[in-house]
């Protein structure tokens, strides 16, 4: 099944930014499309972003969308999340995961990927 591990998390100030990365091994990366979640402290773990397999379409939740941007690297099995003019709100451990079916567009559903990395935290200070 391979695995994912995250990088890139850290604490800012309002208004910074800040890139996420997310490495896979195992299954074909490029066979896959990729998605980032959330999940703040107290809270139910939530989409925030995902890509297809082949790079071309890109997903955002409304919390996010202008603010962040997904991106990925097939050569490296690398998805990346761009995270811009963070707000309070964005503070949350942040989870890479894998749809479970390949050459299939990406989804927002958390119950259609299979495997999920452990996680990045990002604190964002006002």
């Known amino acids: 099944q391979g695995q994912l591990v995250e990088s890139g998390g850290g604490s800012v100030q309002a208004g910074g930014s800040l890139r996420l990365s997310c490495v896979a091994s195992?299954?074909?990366?490029?066979?896959?499309?990729m998605g980032w979640f959330r999940q703040a402290p107290g809270k139910a773990r939530e989409y925030v972003s995902s890509?297809?397999?082949?790079?071309?379409?890109?997903f955002y939740a409304p919390a996010v969308k202008g603010r962040f941007t997904i991106s990925r690297d097939n050569a490296k099995s690398t998805v990346y999340l761009q995270m811009n003019n963070l707000k309070p709100e964005d503070t949350a451990v942040y989870y890479c995961a894998r749809q479970a079916r390949s050459y299939s567009g990406s989804s927002q559903f958390q119950r259609e990927y299979d495997t999920w990395g452990p996680g990045t935290a990002v604190t964002v200070s006002s």
């Open positions: 890509i297809d397999y082949t790079g071309g379409s890109t």
């Open positions: 195992g299954r074909t990366f490029s066979a896959y499309a």
